[in-house]
């Protein structure tokens, strides 16, 4: 099994480029997320989908749109880059309203917006 | 004030000590309670994970988890320079009527051979 995978690895974007990173889970999880992590900053939470056909606002959602594609997919779209969202992006994914319910993470989109 | 506080670091210690981090948390509602490894430029893991006050081992890892002083903690024994990473405290519970996870910012280890 895969996990949870993420593409790209690495982008560069100009400002005002857009851009859609895809994720993908294979471990029927209904529940998937996307992170941005920033140094100081933890990690934080731009958008989720407790299951398929629903999305919902994190803490930090502005200039960002999420697309629940079927139950494995789960896209981030950055419809015009600015520098401020330069940072890494983690996509995640969990089988939600369980008591054994844990988060598993892919390994990452480093993006820069110059 | 933050729902988590974590030191940043970095802690440098020496291959074979006993590494102690550390975090405390505001919200009584945090139910879970875990920890994440990420290596550089990779994704966070889940290293361990419980939801009850006291001690849980694996290997050389054990979580502490002292809900009365809202107060957790990661310790390593025999610490590996394989063991140099940042440790993210990581919690689950309902904030304001929402499900949700809060991580604190981390704190980087590195084990020294």
């Known amino acids: 099994n895969a996990g949870v995978t993420q593409t790209p690895k690495f982008q560069v974007l100009k400002t005002g480029q857009s851009m859609t990173l895809q994720c993908a889970q294979d471990?029927?999880?209904?529940?998937m997320y996307w992170y941005r992590q920033d140094p100081g900053m933890g990690l934080r939470l731009i958008y989720y989908?407790?299951?398929?056909?629903?999305?919902d606002k994190g803490e930090v959602p502005n200039g960002y749109n999420v697309s629940r594609l079927n139950k494995r997919e789960f896209s981030l779209r950055l419809e015009s880059a600015a520098p401020s969202q330069t940072s890494v992006y983690f996509c995640?994914?969990?089988?939600?309203?369980?008591?054994?319910?844990?988060?598993?993470f892919g390994s990452g989109t480093q993006l820069s917006v110059l | 004030q933050k729902e988590v506080e974590q030191d940043p670091g970095p802690l440098s210690v020496p291959e074979g000590a006993i590494v102690s981090l550390n975090c405390t948390y505001s919200n009584s509602a945090f139910q879970y309670f875990m920890w994440y490894r990420q290596y550089s430029r990779k994704g966070p893991e889940l290293l361990m994970y419980?939801?009850?006050?006291g001690n849980k081992e694996d290997g050389r890892f054990t979580a502490q988890v002292d809900k009365s002083s809202k107060y957790i903690s990661l310790f390593i024994r025999d610490s590996q320079p394989s063991d140099s990473a940042t440790y993210l405290c990581a919690f689950r519970g309902t904030t304001s009527g929402t499900y949700k996870y809060i991580f604190g910012t981390g704190t980087r280890l590195k084990v020294l051979a």
């Open positions: 471990m029927n999880h209904n529940s």
């Open positions: 989908s407790a299951s398929e056909g629903t999305t």
């Open positions: 419980t939801y009850s006050s």
């Open positions: 995640a994914s969990s089988f939600s309203g369980t008591v054994n319910e844990k988060l598993f």
